[in-house]
């Protein structure tokens, strides 16, 4: 393992902190917002999509996209007494 990947990894956090910024929050909501996106447009493309293996494709990315913003939503949801910080 190179100094880079130690140094990354060393930096890493394991979990996530107790405390949200409001600027992480703010990431957070739009990171959410992107995934949303993301899988709307994937879901629109697919529907419009006559090659079967494209569509099938296209269907991978979306639920991933829609993976991704199920993730972000439970972690928020599950942490009703997140503090903020203002």
């Known amino acids: ?11 890493r956090m394991s979990e996530p902190p ?3 910024s409001t ?5 957070l909501k739009d990171a959410m917002a992107w995934e949303l996106l993301a899988t709307k447009k994937c879901r629109h493309y697919s ?3 006559t090659d079967q293996e494209l569509k099938g494709e296209i269907d991978k990315v979306g639920q991933k996209h ?4 199920d993730k972000l939503l439970k972690y928020l ?3 009703p007494n997140q503090k ?3």
């Not at 393992?1 to 930096?11: A, C, I, L, V, Y």
């Not at 600027?23 to 990431?27: E, P, T």
């Not at 829609?66 to 913003?69: A, F, L, M, R, V």
């Open 1 to 11: 393992m190179n100094q880079t990947t130690q140094n990354s990894n060393q930096n």
């Open 18 to 20: 107790n405390v949200i």
């Open 23 to 27: 600027k992480d929050l703010s990431y």
């Open 47 to 49: 529907s419009i999509c």
């Open 66 to 69: 829609q993976q991704h913003y």
């Open 77 to 79: 949801q599950s942490n």
């Open 84 to 86: 903020y910080m203002q």
